[in-house]
């Protein structure tokens, strides 16, 4: 008992030092990130140091185990790059609001008229009317004088259809004779007949706010700036969200990225350009040639012709957009397979991480798709690994005694997601997060291999979404995987309970059986993602405005473009079913009552008790409709959560395995 108790110290001085430190630091502070990072290094270092010499170099050659053992500490010495290069990139942070509320102080005191002219790409393919009128309505209302101002939408699809509409509003449709180099090849036809100073980039999907010049110009004011980058917000809820029944309660899977990783990423000036939601200067892009057609992440590549031309990328983490995520898994993975092709296509190319000339040591290693490479691979040997021992009895390592396994293994966990609670307070459980990275490896790490065997040889591809992008689909492959890998876990697991059975025997069968559990449990939730919800096309947003329903007060707690719900006092009465809804800043308008619910709620003022909640639906004319446009979708409101309920979210993933999910 002394021994295991003596064991448990390295977690518990982990533990405390948590408690006394982080916890209570602030985690937007450099010094307190570079401490914190530091010592949760020191425990990694320890654990390798101890795997090394330990449990590798003193195991003895016996075949296949001897092979074994250094292929599973070979997967270990990757992670534990990545997780080095991790920890090095988040022990520095950098919030750039005060330094843009200066700039654009000194920017915007000039007369309007020499202020920089402003072209918007928006480059589309396939994209249907109803995602493609909120991001060019959107892009013709920001906040920037007009004759400076120029909304380009670069159709290749060569849509009569979208040209009227843009004549009708006063943006210019531009096409060309074919589609070669896709989306980049596409921007760089709207480099030929715009000209503007700096060219801002929204995916057809992605509406600007107003004051998005406002915030991004400024940065400009230093000419070695090539692109300002904005984090990517969404209105909608992700495939992940939605099929694990987490809409309201878990943040979309972009946030850990875009929230936390892209500000300390531009502190060590190794940011990028993420494509949509950034501004480019004109100079420095016609410096590189235009934007690059030899990856399928024209971005990416943006960013490093950029740098290899001596220019910067900044990082502006404000929320100055709002667009669709992926909305089904079809869309999610090609999404995520072009990132990580592309990513991979960088190492072959003249101006990628490994040749592209004027790029730091440091640089060149940050912009290594490292992270595409290993985390698929080690979250596979993850699952495979306590499979391999008890179905053949083959160890990970040379293994002496489960209290070592305790004093080395158990710390470096405990530190890694402390720190990972700490920096990324609501975008992590450990749980979660583990599932969502084993679901995509299934269909990830056959990207990985095939991207490193073929770079080049899958085209680019539009990610689907809007109205023609409605079917819900049963991932089958991933299912049959995450059901194949549970079924043979949970059979070995049984095998090695009877001891007619059994082949493994010794001090490891306990950590493997364990090690098992864990995997089928996070397999099980990883595979409740396979099975997609149905989708709305438009999600309201939650407000809590006046409105008047035929005179009547009330309160808006909801409001689409087509729908609206409103609370009214429970003595309310309607002659009829067609109401006329009255909005702060619009004329009344006609509206269908379609149903009405009965609930509490607070309205009126009148404290918390029973209303009517009516669920109105509308048809706007199209001066109104665009109005409704700029009221939801151009910086009132947004979709965001704010903090992770862990008892909901655990109540709800539980509803969700037997088929239910909860309302929120």
């Known amino acids: 008992m002394v021994q295991y108790l003596l064991a448990l110290a390295p977690t518990f001085v982990v533990f405390a030092l948590f408690l006394l430190g982080p916890f209570n630091w ?29 449990t590798v170099l003193p195991y003895p050659y016996d075949g296949v185990n001897f092979y074994w053992v250094w292929f599973v500490f070979i997967i270990e010495i990757l992670a534990f790059t990545e997780v080095v290069l991790f920890l090095v990139l988040m022990s520095r942070y950098v919030d750039r609001s005060a330094e843009a509320d200066k700039l654009a102080r000194a920017f915007f005191a000039r007369d ?64 060309r004779g074919d589609n070669a180099h896709a989306k980049a090849g596409n921007m760089n036809n709207g480099l030929k007949v715009s000209s503007g100073d700096f060219i801002a980039v929204f995916d057809a999907d992605f509406v600007p706010y107003r004051h998005f010049l406002r915030r991004t110009l400024p940065f400009f004011s230093d000419e070695s700036i090539g692109i300002v980058q904005t984090p990517q917000h969404f209105f909608n809820a992700d495939p992940v969200q939605s099929n694990l029944g987490l809409e309201k309660i878990w943040p979309d899977e972009q946030r850990l990225f875009f929230d936390e990783i892209a500000p300390s990423r531009d ?12 501004i480019a200067r004109r100079k420095a892009v016609d410096a590189i040639g235009g934007f690059p057609t030899e990856s399928i992440t024209e971005d990416l590549l943006t960013t490093l012709s950029m740098l290899n031309m001596g220019y910067k990328t900044r990082y502006l983490n404000e929320r100055l957009s709002m667009g669709l995520a992926a909305e089904n898994l079809t869309g999610y993975f090609v999404q995520r397979e072009r990132w990580c092709q592309g990513g991979i296509q960088t ?23 490292a992270s595409w490479l290993v985390q698929y691979l080690v979250r596979f040997m993850i699952l495979i690994v306590p499979i391999v021992y008890l179905w053949f009895g ?46 995509a490896t299934f269909r990830m790490l056959p990207t990985v291999v095939s991207s490193l065997i073929r770079p080049f040889g899958k085209p680019f591809r539009v990610t689907p979404k809007g109205s023609g992008n409605e079917a819900n689909q049963f991932d089958k492959y991933t299912f049959t995987c995450i059901s194949s890998l549970i079924a043979i876990t949970v059979v070995g697991l049984l095998i090695n309970i009877v001891p007619e059975t059994t082949h493994v ?58 729908k609206a719900v409103v609370a009214v006092p429970t003595e309310a009465r309607f002659q009829s079913s067609l109401v006329a809804l009255k909005l702060d800043d619009f004329a009344p308008f006609k509206a269908e009552l379609k149903q009405v619910t009965q609930r509490r709620s607070s309205i009126a003022r009148g404290g918390d008790r029973q209303a009517y909640y009516l669920h109105l639906h509308f048809d706007l004319s199209k001066s109104d ?29 539980l509803l969700r395995s037997f088929g239910r999910t909860r309302t929120l």
């Open 112 to 175: 309007e008229q020499e202020l920089p002219t402003v072209d918007i790409f928006i480059p589309t393919y396939n994209e249907p009317l109803d995602v493609l009128e909120r991001t060019i309505v959107g892009a013709l209302s920001l906040d920037y004088p007009s004759d400076k101002l120029k909304v380009y939408v670069l159709d290749d699809k060569r849509r009569d259809w979208l040209k009227s509409f843009c004549e009708e509003k006063n943006a210019i449709h531009v096409t």
């Open 26 to 54: 602030s985690r937007h502070h450099t010094w307190t990130r570079a401490i914190t990072c530091a010592f949760v290094g020191a425990i990694a270092l320890r654990y390798m140091l101890w795997r090394l010499t330990e």
């Open 267 to 278: 502190v060590w000036d190794v940011s990028f350009c993420c494509g949509s939601c950034s």
């Open 394 to 439: 083959l160890l990970p390592l040379y293994f002496t005694d489960i209290s070592d396994y305790v004093s080395y293994q158990l710390p470096l966990l405990t530190a890694y997601f402390l720190l990972m609670l700490w920096i990324t307070p609501t975008r992590y459980l450990p749980i979660i997060s583990s599932a969502v990275g084993t679901f």
């Open 505 to 562: 025997q010794g001090q490891f069968s306990p950590i493997a059986a364990l090690w098992a559990g864990i995997n089928v449990i996070v397999l099980g939730i990883a595979s409740l993602i396979c099975f997609e919800k149905p989708r709305r096309l438009f999600d309201a947003f939650k407000l809590d405005e006046t409105a008047k329903v035929d005179d009547i007060p009330g309160q808006v707690v909801s409001l689409a473009l087509d």
């Open 347 to 369: 190492l072959f190319l003249h101006n990628g991480p490994l040749r592209g000339p004027g790029l730091s040591l440091f640089q060149r290693i940050m912009f290594l798709p």
């Open 625 to 653: 409709r665009d109005k409704m446009i700029v009221k939801l979708y151009t910086g009132q409101y947004s979709q965001d959560i704010r903090d992770i309920d862990k008892v909901a979210v655990s109540i709800n993933l």
